[in-house]
């Protein structure tokens, strides 16, 4: 996860797509939030929770060589993090995810 402590609101995400294999491969990349980096409980008050519109364009198998870049405005908790969800048939994805704040101040 990526500490966003004493930073703005908005959060930068480039995803690096090098290769997509498989069958109709596809690859959807979102940002999550949390109060504590280590909720790995879903019923825990500061469990991992979606960022409301922070989703990247569709990765597909036609996508390879490309990066997907992102600016979100709207981050509330300290904690973010990527997930990406792959589907199709035996889908393979080579992807590198960088996540970056700005310090709300000096």
């Known amino acids: ?13 480039i995803a690096s797509l090098g290769a997509a294999t498989g069958t ?8 999550q939030e949390s ?3 280590n909720s790995a409980d879903p019923e825990a008050a500061d469990a991992w929770s979606d960022i409301t519109g922070a989703t ?3 990765m597909t198998g036609t996508s390879d060589n490309t990066l997907f ?3 979100f405005h709207n981050r509330k908790e300290r904690y973010v993090r990527a997930v990406a969800t792959i589907a199709g ?10 996540l970056m704040s700005r310090k709300a101040s000096w």
């Open 24 to 31: 109709s491969p596809t690859c959807d990349v979102k940002l």
């Open 1 to 13: 996860s990526h500490d966003c402590q004493d930073c703005g609101p908005d959060v930068y995400v």
């Open 35 to 37: 109060r504590n980096e």
């Open 69 to 71: 870049t992102g600016q």
């Open 89 to 98: 048939t035996s889908p393979s994805f080579l992807l590198g995810i960088v």
């Open 56 to 58: 990247l364009t569709q």
